[in-house]
């Protein structure tokens, strides 16, 4: 089961431009560092004489701050910018990996592989044990298998809170912890030197 953690979207940047800034005058900071205040269509001529567009920067100063540039090129250098960011910032994904109070060891280590997995790949993972019919009455056997996989997990991630119940499902949760993940890759990376040496 895959739940993805819903990022607040950021409003797209948008500037007034030429005719669009209807101030009666502007401050205008030229491409030397110097600024003036002027009458905005006095501003307008000097950008069309220079082929360029008068692009408002600072709606809600007073008076508003004004450049002059090229407003397709800046348009696209912000654009490039959004998409830059978008790529560092990874969605984080929520992964889920059930188990039964009585999962057998090779069945345990499979699944436990797999969120370790998920984990170095910077997702959170939910655990949950399951209790089918009259197996609610082992309880304490999921505690303790919970128990081993936070052990076995601990290298990678932390948990968040403790275990909880609800109706016939304990769960808990796994946050990938970065400087573990750093620590266990490096060990990994050593580990693999070691046996290709040896």
């Not at 408002?56 to 004004?66: K, R």
């Given at each position: 089961m895959?739940?993805?953690r819903s990022t607040p979207q950021k409003p797209k940047l948008t500037y007034r431009v030429n005719e669009q800034i209807r101030v009666p005058e502007v401050r205008v900071v030229f491409k030397d560092g110097s600024q003036q205040i002027m009458k905005t269509g006095e501003a307008r001529k000097i950008a069309d004489q220079e082929g360029l567009d008068l692009i408002?920067?600072?709606?809600?100063?007073?008076?508003?701050?004004?450049k002059m540039d090229n407003y397709g090129k800046l348009q696209y250098k912000l654009d490039k910018k959004e998409k830059d960011r978008k790529k560092k910032t990874k969605q984080t994904e929520l992964k889920e990996l059930r188990f039964h109070p009585n999962t057998d060891k090779h069945d345990f280590d499979f699944k436990a592989a797999h969120l370790e997995e998920f984990l170095r790949k910077g997702n959170r993972v939910r655990a949950t044990v399951v209790f089918l019919g009259r197996s609610i009455i082992y309880k304490d056997k999921g505690f303790e298998l919970i128990e081993r996989l936070t052990e076995r997990l601990s290298t990678v991630s932390n948990p968040e809170g403790q275990p909880r119940f609800e109706g016939k499902r304990l769960y808990v949760y796994f946050e990938p912890d970065k400087k573990k993940i750093e620590a266990f890759e490096r060990q990994l990376a050593k580990r693999k030197r070691e046996e290709e040496n040896s």
């Open positions: 895959r739940k993805k408002e920067v600072q709606p809600t100063s007073q008076p508003p701050v004004c």
